[in-house]
């Protein structure tokens, strides 16, 4: 069956530096990926979406990659602050945008 | 602008009881519609989704159902909640040419 797994429940960096989070996927080649964030207590939040013809695209200080070979997409967010500190989702999706998420990853970024 | 509505924003129920939560979107019209739940140490978990009114697609079997009684209304119903019913339970809608989601602020339901 389809699955995408997030290697790291947890990330914990210090504020300026880089995180970088991993989603790997199996059984299926998606279309596209999608990144999220999630703040405790409420619905996620589109961030970036990538397509499968497309190796890497930017906003702001949010960076996203995907290798269709090695099954990947990384999430990277540049110069990060404590106000980064969520829990980011990445999901993949059917012809009729019904997603499958990741469990995610609880990033928390110290001053 | 759009803007999507879940009602209520917690519910405590006891097991055996029945089930509504409404999900309103505005600003937008024949949007798709889903239902996700989100249990505690898990994932979000798409339960129901919709591309027009009275089409309802189940991705999981279990004792919840799904209606779309309007183009912009989505309600998640149960006759008889079961303790693994407890989670977060977010709706969300997407335009039908376009990818992202935009979520709901939630309903969080704990069955006891």
């Known amino acids: 069956s389809q699955k995408i797994e997030q290697n790291s429940e947890a990330l914990n960096i210090q504020e300026g530096k880089t995180a970088t989070l991993t989603c790997n996927y199996t059984n299926y080649s998606p279309a596209y990926l999608q990144w999220y964030r999630q703040d405790p207590g409420r619905g996620p939040v589109f961030l970036l979406l990538?397509?499968?013809?497309?190796k890497e695209k930017r906003k702001e200080r949010l960076k996203v990659t995907f290798d269709t070979t090695l099954k990947q997409s990384l999430f990277h967010i540049t110069a990060s602050q404590p106000a980064d500190s969520a829990t980011y989702l990445c999901?993949?999706?059917?012809?009729?945008?019904?997603?499958?998420f990741g469990k995610g990853t609880k990033l928390s970024v110290k001053p | 602008s759009q803007t999507i509505h879940q009602w209520p924003a917690t519910l405590v129920q006891p097991v055996g009881s029945p089930l509504s939560l409404e999900c309103t979107v505005e600003g937008t019209s024949n949007p798709n519609l889903y239902w996700y739940r989100q249990a505690a140490g898990r994932g979000l978990q798409l339960l129901f989704y919709s591309v027009g009114i009275g089409q309802i697609s189940s991705e999981v079997p279990q004792n919840l159902s799904a209606s779309r009684p309007q183009d912009r209304q989505f309600i998640l119903s149960s006759k008889k909640l079961l303790l693994s019913d407890s989670g977060f339970y977010l709706c969300?809608?997407?335009?039908?040419?376009?990818?992202?989601?935009?979520f709901g602020p939630g309903t969080r339901l704990t069955v006891t």
């Open positions: 999901a993949f999706g059917g012809s009729q945008g019904n997603l499958i």
């Open positions: 969300a809608w997407t335009t039908p040419r376009a990818y992202e989601q935009y």
């Open positions: 990538i397509r499968e013809n497309e």
